[in-house]
């Protein structure tokens, strides 16, 4: 009786198909009204999408039409949104087609999907493709999902930023199947054939992070430490840590001359559990590293356009920090890829360290790294400087050539995590480590 009144009381379908363009109760009360009339309303919606006159409505008509996918059973329903799909010359059309198919779940526009998400000329549309295709993957028979995977990484060069990121999402997924044989023939010591697989692999996504990650870790436990080495330096895994002629001060500004001899890193990744692709982070910051004979440097600088915004806490020294704005440290001194250290700093100078002997569970807090620390917060960025002592059993001085399991993490507003080196489960995964080689 409520739907009989509003359709009778309400305006006509047609303006209310007019006023879906405008952004206040009269657009929602427009689009309450096409919902209530079904099976009424989709003629009339399917006159108005061929309509180019109704240019500012028709994104909007097009998720009035996918939301009745739930609601009434027509053929026309997939047919127009497929045809708009495929060919609607506005991209904003195609777009809010892309997008409405994957939150409305509709599995009969996937091959559409597929298609315009690898060769539609907007980039947008592609992106809004790709990703739908990704809400659908649990949607579709397994067999489907390899076509897409293969698709994807052929657009991971892609110039739109969005496509290659879910591009390198869907890829990764081919990778990590393909991993998942090598490293089951790597522990049954089938070493060439592991090598083989790694290499296949990486013919097929040449730029996957852990896959060249694994290769080259695989190159270093069959002794070829060149060549390990080497794909670990090109692949941004592994930086070279150079002796410094002087040591800086501990004040947190990272602007003493003595940290321009060392060395630098500034691309990042995004942790993210959705996911094990290594997308790179929108957050901006630089790290620096360095030693003398006592000591290993660390500086960072967190570029943050509102640093009033920098989550803090009131609690001090070895409490919970985790999450506030702040920066980790993780040493892995014996390369056993299992016992760590882990340090985090705030932005405003409060510490928590500890001795892992296997992972996140196991925590030593007990454990205090013998480490000065300072950090500054300025206008647009804050920053952090950390010396770090070499002291036996856990952090033996090292030789030049010595190689120490390491990773960085910056936190951002306690919710954002960017990684120099990308691991898979959790920032406590020491296997998944990067490295540093002293010079």
Not at 65 to 73: D, E, G, K
Not at 143 to 162: F, I, Y
Request: hydrophobic share 40%; with cysteine.
């Amino acid at each position: 009786m409520l739907s009989a009144l509003l359709i009778s009381c309400g305006p006509s379908m047609d303006d209310a198909m007019d006023d879906l363009a405008r952004e206040d109760a009269a657009g929602e009360a427009a689009m309450l009204e096409l919902l209530l009339a079904k099976d009424r309303a989709v003629g009339p919606m399917v006159e108005a999408l061929a309509d180019p006159d109704r240019t500012a409505s028709r994104p909007r008509l097009v998720h009035a039409m996918a939301s009745l996918v739930a609601r009434v059973s027509d053929p026309r329903i997939p047919e127009t949104l497929t045809q708009l799909l495929q060919s609607d010359p506005d991209p904003a059309v195609r777009s809010a087609v892309a997008i409405a198919a994957g939150y409305y779940h509709l599995v009969d526009l996937y091959g559409a999907l597929l298609d315009v998400g690898t060769y539609d000329e907007h980039g947008d549309v592609r992106h809004h493709s790709l990703h739908a295709l990704r809400l659908l993957a649990g949607k579709v028979p397994s067999e489907e999902l390899d076509p897409v995977r293969q698709r994807a990484a052929q657009l991971l060069d892609d110039p739109h930023k969005g496509v290659r990121g879910e591009a390198a999402i869907r890829a990764e997924e081919l990778v990590g199947e393909r991993l998942d044989e090598a490293r089951t023939l790597q522990l049954q010591a089938q070493e060439d054939e592991a090598d083989s697989a790694y290499r296949e692999v990486l013919r097929r996504v040449p730029m996957s992070k852990r896959a060249n990650y694994r290769l080259a870790r695989l190159s270093l436990d069959r002794g070829d430490v060149s060549a390990g080495l080497q794909r670990l330096r090109e692949h941004g895994m592994l930086m070279d840590v150079p002796r410094l002629t002087t040591r800086p001060l501990i004040d947190g500004r990272v602007d003493e001359d003595s940290w321009q001899s060392a060395i630098r890193a500034d691309a990042f990744y995004q942790f993210v559990s959705s996911h094990q692709a290594a997308l790179p982070s929108d957050v901006e910051s630089e790290l620096y590293l360095g030693h003398d004979d006592e000591r290993l440097y660390l500086g960072f600088v967190g570029y943050d356009e509102e640093t009033a915004k920098l989550v803090r806490s009131s609690s001090g020294e070895d409490m919970l920090i985790w999450q506030n704005d702040l920066v980790e440290v993780f040493l892995d001194a014996n390369l056993d890829h299992r016992s760590y250290m882990h340090l985090g700093v705030t932005s405003d100078g409060m510490k928590e360290d500890a001795w892992h002997e296997g992972g996140l569970e196991s925590r030593d807090t007990d454990w205090d790294a013998d480490v000065q620390w300072s950090s500054y917060v300025g206008d647009d960025r804050w920053s952090v400087e950390i010396a770090l002592r070499f002291a036996d059993p856990q952090l033996p001085a090292p030789q030049s050539g010595t190689l120490w399991g390491f990773n960085f993490v910056r936190t951002y507003r306690g919710a954002e995590f960017a990684q120099w080196v990308r691991t898979y489960g959790n920032a406590h995964s020491p296997d998944d480590f990067g490295f540093l080689r002293f010079m």
